[in-house]
């Protein structure tokens, strides 16, 4: 079966190596032999840290998708619009379609389905949510059954790399940053990474095939970890908190609530002791209750697994059919199903400020401990819906301090 690879960075260097260099059993096992013919990349003469015939190389994806020898287009670049018609495009062409692109999944999902479903082909993205764990499959396969009515989880490799170095080893959030880029595990521009786009995203593609309706990752709350300081990390380890950037979506009779944010948990959670590049992932189903799902969400070798076991289904004719659907007609409930006690820091050494802070605080939380020095308020309060607590945060914002807070998590 010949193969169109979109993509030669951290998951397509991936795949070509898993597919060229016999790694893992599948030659063993597989019906046909996989060979990938023509590889897209943005800049031929790039050094590259993988060896590949230059004339495998193109940098016009119409040569791959017009390509009547080509039966499966693998898709991993990170954008969005180029990499949506180039799979538009091959499966019109009647070509299956297997990506790791999350961004496109998630706002082209109910498009892509339907295309995949006219022309007969399939429309594989497993690495697309959870990196190497196999989080689509369990999902399909559990929703055959259960009605699905929670998902949570650490959904980023790279900022879950990022507080587990920071609260572990005191390393500081740029130098993690930069670690995380150089082992392949943030996004091109990491700012999807930390603004929480990445997480929603992947958020948007679990909740819209559990609860059946498209929940675009516009529609989901979400707050960005790069406000985190050293000081905060201090302050969960005496508290003897760990914090985590959590996903988490609920479906209550027909209205969905979605939030992305940073929370605190105590080292009994699971959760807490999820470190690294790992993810994990919970399902709630009516019947099966509680199902969690562990491993590495990002980096080369987890996610070009993950691609490269979506190709075997293609290869091994065990054509998955596309069961999903997304007919349900919901509303979006925002975050005000999410509560909980709250981790407040502002900074501040102007005794206006600090005036107008203390001030609202006492506005929306009657009790609530404080503790301050020179130039730091820290807050803890009693149990607040998320919504009215992001409103206090966004007018302390507006008087023009720093401030970082988290929910935890109970
Ligand atoms: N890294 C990870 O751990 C994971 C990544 N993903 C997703 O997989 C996809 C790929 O990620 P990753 O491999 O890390 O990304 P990289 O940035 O490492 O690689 C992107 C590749 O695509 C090529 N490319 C990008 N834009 C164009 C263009 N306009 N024209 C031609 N070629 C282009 C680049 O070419 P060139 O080499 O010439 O620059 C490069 O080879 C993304 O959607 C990402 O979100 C999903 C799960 C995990
Ligand atoms: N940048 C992403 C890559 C995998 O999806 C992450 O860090 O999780």
């Given at each position: 079966m010949k193969i169109g690879l979109l993509g030669l960075g951290t998951v397509g260097s991936g795949v070509y190596e898993i597919i060229n260099h016999q790694k893992g059993h599948y030659f063993a096992t597989s019906k046909e032999e996989a060979i990938i013919t023509k590889v897209?990349?943005?800049?031929?003469?790039?050094?590259?840290?993988?060896?590949?015939p230059d004339k495998l190389l193109v940098t016009n994806f119409e040569e791959i998708v017009n390509d009547d020898e080509i039966q499966v287009v693998i898709c991993v670049m990170g954008g969005i619009e180029l990499e949506y018609s180039c799979m538009i495009q091959a499966m019109n062409n009647g070509k299956h379609v297997i990506t790791a692109n999350k961004a496109v999944v998630s706002e082209y999902m109910d498009i892509l389905y339907k295309t995949a479903k006219q022309n007969n082909v399939s429309f594989l993205y497993e690495a697309s949510v959870g990196g190497g764990i196999p989080i689509i499959t369990s999902l399909i396969q559990t929703l055959r059954i259960n009605q699905i009515d929670e998902i949570k989880g650490i959904l980023n490799g790279t900022t879950n790399f990022i507080l587990s170095k920071m609260t572990d080893e005191g390393w500081n959030f740029a130098d993690t940053l930069k670690k995380a880029q150089d082992m392949g595990f943030a996004e091109a521009d990491p700012t999807a990474d930390i603004d929480g786009s990445?997480?929603?995203?992947?958020?948007?593609?679990?909740?819209?095939?559990?609860?059946?309706?498209?929940?675009?990752?516009?529609?989901?709350?979400?707050?960005?970890?790069?406000?985190?300081?050293?000081?905060?990390?201090?302050?969960?380890?005496?508290?003897?908190?760990?914090?985590?950037?959590?996903?988490?979506?609920?479906?209550?009779g027909n209205k969905y609530y979605a939030t992305v944010e940073p929370v605190l948990l105590t080292n009994k959670n699971i959760m807490s002791n999820v470190n690294e590049e790992f993810n994990i992932v919970s399902l709630n189903g009516n019947i099966i209750g509680e199902l969690q799902f562990y491993g590495k969400g990002a980096g080369k070798n987890a996610t070009a697994n993950a691609v490269v076991g979506d190709l075997l289904y293609i290869i091994?004719?065990?054509?998955?059919?596309?069961?999903?659907?997304?007919?349900?007609?919901?509303?979006?409930?925002?975050?005000?199903?999410?509560?909980?006690?709250y981790y407040l820091r502002v900074d501040t050494n102007d005794h206006d400020q600090f005036t107008k802070v203390i001030d609202l605080v006492d506005e929306f939380s009657k009790k609530k401990k404080i503790t301050f020095n020179s130039s730091?308020?820290?807050?803890?309060?009693?149990?607040?819906?998320?919504?009215?607590?992001?409103?206090?945060?966004?007018?302390?914002?507006?008087?023009?301090?720093?401030?970082?807070?988290?929910?935890?998590?109970?």
């Open positions: 897209m990349v943005r800049d031929i003469n790039k050094i590259r840290n993988i060896n590949i990445d997480v929603s995203r992947k958020l948007s593609i679990l909740s819209s095939m559990a609860f059946g309706s498209h929940i675009k990752d516009e529609n989901i709350y979400k707050r960005g970890i790069k406000e985190i300081s050293e000081a905060d990390i201090d302050m969960f380890n005496d508290l003897g908190y760990v914090l985590k950037y959590l996903a988490h979506s609920k479906l209550e091994n004719n065990d054509f998955k059919k596309q069961e999903i659907t997304l007919e349900q007609q919901l509303e979006n409930g925002g975050n005000i199903a999410f509560e909980g006690k730091k308020i820290y807050v803890l309060t009693e149990e607040i819906k998320a919504n009215i607590f992001n409103k206090l945060v966004d007018k302390i914002n507006a008087i023009g301090v720093n401030s970082f807070y988290a929910r935890i998590y109970s």
